[in-house]
């Protein structure tokens, strides 16, 4: 008979009054690959409660041979989803996704595509985008086995087994300002 024990410890960082999670990270395995994650916002399932993003997060994330994943988002604000209170220059927000990138072996970039044409999101995109050109190499989208569909949110269907993809964040900008224009 094989006995198996896995420890994982979970750190979050939330603002005081709780409106707001910077970073989530879980860790089973400090001896392999770390990884980051940013999203789109955050739920208010955090220590013990798994979302189904975190669910699949950490699922894909163990599959990839990592030891630990911390969970960032576009937005920091819990649970808004729209981005109606989405705070585009929310520094204390990029200094923790600067913080965890710099920290991480690999970086995932997976708001989804879902609100691609907000202005919201376009704004909050550039500026992080933007601020993680000193990790270009690590950065990396979900998409399809054929790479048809990239940039996926862990929520799509299509993309439950993960296929890593590097991209510029030029590319990514540059598409950015032309939907803008139309």
Same mark, same amino acid.
């Given at each position: 008979?094989?006995?198996?024990?896995?420890?994982?410890?979970?750190?979050? @960082?939330?603002?005081?009054? /709780?409106?707001?999670?910077?970073?989530?990270?879980?860790?089973?395995?400090?001896?392999?690959?770390?990884?980051?994650?940013?999203?789109?916002?955050?739920?208010?399932?955090?220590? @013990?409660?798994?979302?189904?993003?975190?669910?699949?997060?950490?699922?894909?994330?163990?599959?990839?041979?990592?030891?630990?994943?911390?969970?960032?988002?576009?937005?920091?604000?819990?649970?808004?989803?729209?981005?109606?209170?989405?705070?585009?220059?929310?520094?204390?927000?990029?200094?923790?996704?600067?913080?965890?990138?710099?920290?991480?072996?690999?970086?995932?970039?997976?708001? /989804?595509? /879902?609100?691609?044409?907000?202005?919201?999101?376009?704004?909050?995109?550039?500026?992080?985008?933007?601020?993680?050109?000193?990790?270009?190499?690590?950065?990396?989208?979900?998409?399809?086995?054929?790479?048809?569909?990239?940039?996926?949110?862990?929520?799509?269907?299509?993309?439950?087994?993960?296929?890593?993809?590097?991209?510029?964040?030029?590319?990514? @900008?540059?598409?950015?300002?032309?939907?803008?224009?139309?």
């Amino acid at each position: 008979m094989n006995t198996v024990t896995t420890v994982l410890t979970t750190k979050t @960082i939330c603002s005081d009054d /709780g409106s707001k999670r910077y970073l989530l990270k879980k860790t089973w395995d400090k001896e392999k690959p770390k990884l980051t994650i940013i999203m789109l916002a955050p739920s208010s399932a955090a220590d @013990i409660e798994l979302d189904s993003s975190t669910m699949l997060v950490l699922n894909n994330a163990y599959r990839l041979n990592f030891g630990s994943v911390s969970i960032a988002n576009l937005s920091a604000v819990v649970n808004d989803f729209s981005l109606n209170e989405a705070d585009v220059d929310d520094t204390e927000n990029i200094n923790h996704i600067l913080l965890s990138a710099k920290k991480s072996d690999v970086i995932i970039y997976a708001p /989804g595509i /879902g609100k691609a044409k907000n202005k919201t999101f376009q704004d909050l995109q550039k500026n992080i985008l933007s601020a993680l050109l000193p990790f270009e190499s690590k950065l990396f989208c979900i998409g399809t086995s054929n790479g048809n569909a990239k940039f996926q949110h862990p929520l799509s269907p299509a993309v439950r087994n993960w296929f890593l993809y590097p991209f510029k964040v030029n590319d990514v @900008i540059d598409e950015d300002v032309k939907a803008k224009k139309h």
